[in-house]
């Protein structure tokens, strides 16, 4: 099992340009979350999908956009990044409601200059 | 919202000390906290969870308390040791029923020094 699968791991983005942060769980997760990590702001969720089809805002979803394409794969879409964006990105699944543990990607660490 | 304030954000302590990680919630209706240890260029790690029906639970030489009342949670690490050293996340959130949507603290960096 491969777990939480992030690609890419390094992103380097000019003001403006688009780009999709791919996300994928091989654990048959109902639940998948989007955070971002920022130097002493811990992680805060960015999105978050119950289940395949289904999306719900978290604490900063401005700029960003979503799409649960099947139970697998979670995808992170900026549209038009910001230097605000610069910042590392987890994916993550749980087997909510059975168990809460939540189970990280490796992370993506994007700059946007 | 949840509001997840978490103290001290740097913590250094001498191999064998004990070192506690202190955090306050502001959600009464939150009833899940987990642990979350990330080492350096690391993912984070769930290493203990506690629900709002136990004041305490303990793991080998970690233990997290509850005050619900207080609105309070902390965790304890004991005999400290090398490899203890990471960066320490308290998180919060209304559990299963509301699809565990964590709020994090902002981080505790850990230092332990042999």
């Known amino acids: 099992n491969a777990g939480v699968t992030q690609t890419p791991k390094f992103q380097v983005l000019k003001t403006g340009q688009s780009m999709t942060l791919q996300c994928a769980q091989d654990m048959n997760h109902n639940s998948m979350y989007w955070y971002r990590q920022d130097p002493g702001m811990g992680l805060r969720l960015i999105y978050y999908?119950?289940?395949?089809?289904?999306?719900d805002k978290g604490e900063v979803p401005n700029g960003y956009n979503v799409s649960r394409l099947n139970k697998r794969e979670f995808s992170l879409r900026l549209e038009s990044a910001a230097p605000s964006q610069t910042s590392v990105y987890f994916c993550?699944?749980?087997?909510?409601?059975?168990?809460?543990?939540?189970?990280f990607g490796s992370g993506t660490q994007l700059s946007v200059l | 919202g949840e509001n997840v304030e978490q103290h001290p954000s740097t913590l250094s302590v001498q191999e064998g000390d004990s070192a506690v990680i202190k955090c306050t919630y502001s959600?009464?209706?939150?009833?899940?906290f987990p642990w979350y240890k990330q080492e350096l260029g690391k993912r984070p790690q769930l290493i203990i969870d506690i629900r709002s029906n136990v004041g305490e639970k303990k793991d080998q030489r970690i233990a997290v308390t509850l005050n619900k009342t207080a609105k309070h949670f902390s965790l304890h690490i004991t005999e400290t040791q090398p490899e203890d050293s990471a960066v320490y996340f308290c998180a919060a959130s209304r559990g299963k029923a509301a699809g565990n949507k964590l709020t994090f603290g902002g981080g505790t960096r850990v230092l332990v020094k042999p």
């Open positions: 959600d009464s209706a939150s009833n899940y």
């Open positions: 993550a699944s749980s087997e909510v409601p059975k168990n809460e543990k939540l189970f």
């Open positions: 999908s119950a289940s395949e089809g289904t999306t």
